[in-house]
Nanobody, 115 residues
Framework: QVRLVESGGNVVRIGGSLTLWCEVS????????FAWYRQAPEQTRELVAS???????KYAVSVNGRFTISRDNTENTVYLRMNSLVPEDTATYYC?????????WGQGTRVTVTS
């Protein structure tokens, strides 16, 4: 079955950096787009960044210039490099894809940005 497993969440200070990764199994990785979403407490889940099968990235305005999404088709892994972190980046981050017209999510990884 399709499985997405996020890792890398941590507590980090304002201005710090963190890299998240999402290990994917159960599908032909190179044939699918992937995305990172995040959800802060009592907030709706929002799209942070996406990457196409060709590696073309797209970012939310709030993270553009600070975050970098990438993929490694040999490791079946999607990465999210986050720089210049601010308290508003505090959230649980989720990896996402669509397979057979159904959405798939990982369990999430928690990022907390503190002063």
């Amino acid at each position: 079955q399709v499985r997405l497993v996020e890792s890398g969440g941590n507590v980090v200070r304002i201005g710090g950096s963190l890299t998240l990764w999402c290990e994917v199994s159960g599908l032909s990785f190179r044939d699918y787009d992937f995305a990172w979403y995040r959800q802060a407490p009592e907030q709706t889940r929002e799209l942070v960044a996406s990457v196409t099968v060709r590696g073309t990235p797209k970012y939310a305005v709030s993270v553009n210039g600070r975050f970098t999404i990438s993929r490694d088709n040999t490791e079946n892994t999607v990465y999210l490099r986050m720089n210049s972190l601010v308290p508003e980046d505090t959230a649980t981050y989720y990896c996402h894809t669509e397979f057979a017209r159904s959405p798939y999510w990982g369990q999430g990884t928690r990022v907390t940005v503190t002063s």
